[in-house]
């Protein structure tokens, strides 16, 4: 799934390639990608101006004239990208944004599980599910404090927790596994009874990783490409995801991997200490 490194990496790439362009036609190869009305969704698009695109989280905020906001997900496999308007449909298009120039933004999705909504701008954290996600890692609200206070209210384990989105919003799988092994903190440790000196280093772990992941413009473990059809480079970088049997890079001990959650999930048993 795009984390928020890729998704941020998708926003970039798609802003040179889009920005200023005028919708002609929108077409729905497959409807249900479009959660809000879906009618109006192509009726009102029609001659609207790409004036910018922003994100939260994991959410793509495509922003439009006539204070109008496409919210984009992408959840496990979707992309864009750009073609010419008659280059022929591969099977896994299912929108397609038609411009003015001839051009078309296309979206691509194996497992059709992405879902878009327009939606007035300014509307996000009331009309959508953005309003219920929690800070972004490397913002001013993300600090210290905060994420102690957080975490304490939490009875759940460390890995469940931080992949609900509702404390920190924007890490995935991949990246929770990640700072987790950073940390030294056991996927199954009970949130609340993490002491505060590792919590501490675990949200300074979060925003590194997301920092430089961001810099190496995300992780292609699966099918994630940007809007340039360009692959991420910080798989090269994944010290425990994917590499479960493997000997642990700070300690040697053999990498395991179980399921939390029904979610595949490494770590160290002897680095990675378990708070009850």
């Known amino acids: 799934m795009p984390e928020m490194p890729e998704v941020e990496t998708v926003r970039r790439s798609l802003i040179p390639l889009i920005k200023g362009k005028t919708i002609k036609n929108v077409t729905l190869w497959y409807p249900n990608i479009v959660a809000s009305d879906q009618s109006e969704f192509v009726h009102d698009l029609v001659n609207k101006k790409v004036i910018g695109i922003d994100r939260y989280a994991k959410y793509l905020l495509i922003r439009l004239s006539d204070n109008l ?48 909504q327009l939606i007035l701008t300014g509307s996000e954290k009331t009309a959508t599910a953005i309003g219920r996600l ?62 505060a000196d590792k919590v501490k280093e675990l949200r300074k772990n979060i925003n590194h990783t997301i920092k430089w992941a961001t810099e190496l413009h995300g992780t292609t473990v699966h099918t994630y490409l940007d809007a340039n059809g360009n692959y991420g480079g910080f798989q090269d970088k994944l010290k425990v995801y994917g590499h479960s049997g493997e000997e642990c890079p700070r300690c040697n001990t053999i990498l395991e991997k179980i399921k939390v959650n029904g979610r595949g999930t490494t770590f160290c048993p002897h680095c990675q200490v378990i708070y009850k």
């Open 69 to 116: 906001t496409i919210v984009s997900h992408l959840r496990m496999e979707g992309k864009y990208h750009l073609v010419d308007v008659d280059t022929p449909k591969d099977k896994h298009d299912h929108v397609q944004f038609e411009f003015t120039d001839h051009t078309a933004l296309r979206y691509n999705d194996v497992r059709k599980f992405g879902r878009m």
């Open 134 to 195: 929690g800070v972004e890692p490397n913002s001013a609200d993300f600090t210290d404090q905060y994420f102690i206070s957080k975490l304490k209210t939490k009875k759940k384990n460390i890995k469940n927790t931080l992949l609900d989105q509702t404390i920190v919003a924007g890490l995935g799988n991949i990246y929770v596994d990640e700072v987790l092994w950073q940390a030294k903190i056991h996927p199954l440790s009970v949130s609340r009874a993490i002491p």
